[in-house]
């Protein structure tokens, strides 16, 4: 019974490599070094939400830790806005929505600056409003807005890897 649990990742490895399969955004995929992502520089984005977004996005890219020489640059515009989705009789806000919307493009440090892709990333977390708990609700706003940046993140990371692989000559 243990021979056969440990025996079928192993064989199922093995016939999604057969069809072509093969990770695009990990060690086995050649890391971050391996798939460009190490290569992109990310330009700065203000606000706080903003330098939050941007640190992930580093810790995404430059996962390998080896020196990379930078090739492309990345350009994100990040805003955060929030919406109240449940009221009180009393009319206070019980539950509040936060949205993070990303929209970025990758240039080549080229001399013509050339776009090579854009794309728009969403993400939507929320948080609880208890009555009287107004520093209760300030920390789970840091933490929602933490988590998104790192949610933004990941999809723009995940976009590009993605975009790397497609640019790779076929074997």
């Not at 009789?89 to 001399?111: F, M």
């Not at 300030?138 to 929602?144: F, H, K, L, T, W």
């Not at 990941?154 to 497609?166: H, P, S, T, Y």
């Amino acid at each position: 019974m243990r021979i056969a649990r440990r025996m079928v990742p192993m064989v199922l490895a093995v016939a999604l490599a057969g069809c072509g399969w093969h990770p695009v955004y990990g060690p086995a995929g050649g890391g971050a070094a391996g798939n460009g992502l190490a290569a992109v520089e990310v330009g700065l984005i203000p606000e706080r939400s903003g330098q939050l977004l941007r640190e992930a996005l580093k810790a995404r890219f430059e996962r390998s830790g080896a020196a990379v020489a930078r090739q492309y640059d990345l350009a994100v515009t990040y805003q955060i806005s929030s919406d109240v989705v449940a009221i009180q009789r009393d009319n206070s806000t019980s539950r509040v929505r936060i949205l993070g919307r990303a929209s970025w493009s990758l240039t080549a440090q080229d001399s013509k600056r050339t776009t090579l892709v854009t794309g728009i990333s969403r993400q939507v977390d929320g948080y609880n409003v208890f009555v009287n708990q107004y520093f209760a609700a300030d920390m789970e706003s840091e933490a929602v807005i933490r988590r998104l940046s790192d949610a933004v993140a990941e999809d723009i990371a995940q976009q590009l890897a993605v975009w790397f692989d497609r640019q790779k000559p076929a074997p």
